[in-house]
Nanobody, 125 residues
Framework: QLHLVESGGGLVQPGESLTLSCAAS????????IAWFRQAPGKEREGVSF????????DYSDSVKGRFTISRDNVKKMAYLQMNNLNADDTGVYYC??????????????????WGQGTQVTVSA
């Protein structure tokens, strides 16, 4: 069973960058896709970025495309989300999730995924 712990959140100013990390423990990470979700106050949770188990395929929401980069290191059992040119709309709790196989359906991640506890990102002047 995997266990995920996010880190790297914090308070930054608009235009600045932040890198989130997701540390995995347990077995089987290499067979899991990884995703970053976020939830802003009063808003529904949003899938931000996805990466396949090998890292060979990635996907981004339109709201972060060109600014965020997802990556993973299966040897180190880590996943990352590099976030550049942050703005106030990027504020929220960011969650790392792992799913055996892959799915572009959030419901599948919610039902069968392994989730971290989240890390707060606040973008404010």
């Amino acid at each position: 069973q995997l266990h995920l712990v996010e880190s790297g959140g914090g308070l930054v100013q608009p235009g600045e960058s932040l890198t989130l990390s997701c540390a995995a423990s347990g077995f089987g990470l290499a067979s899991h896709a990884i995703a970053w979700f976020r939830q802003a106050p009063g808003k529904e949770r949003e899938g931000v970025s996805f990466i396949s188990n090998t890292g060979g395929s990635t996907d981004y929401s339109d709201s972060v495309k060109g600014r965020f980069t997802i990556s993973r290191d299966n040897v180190k059992k880590m996943a990352y989300l590099q976030m550049n040119n942050l703005n106030a709309d990027d504020t929220g709790v960011y969650y790392c999730a792992a799913l055996r196989g892959y799915s572009d359906q959030e419901a599948e991640w919610t039902k069968n995924g392994v989730w971290g506890q989240g890390t707060q990102v606040t973008v404010s002047a």
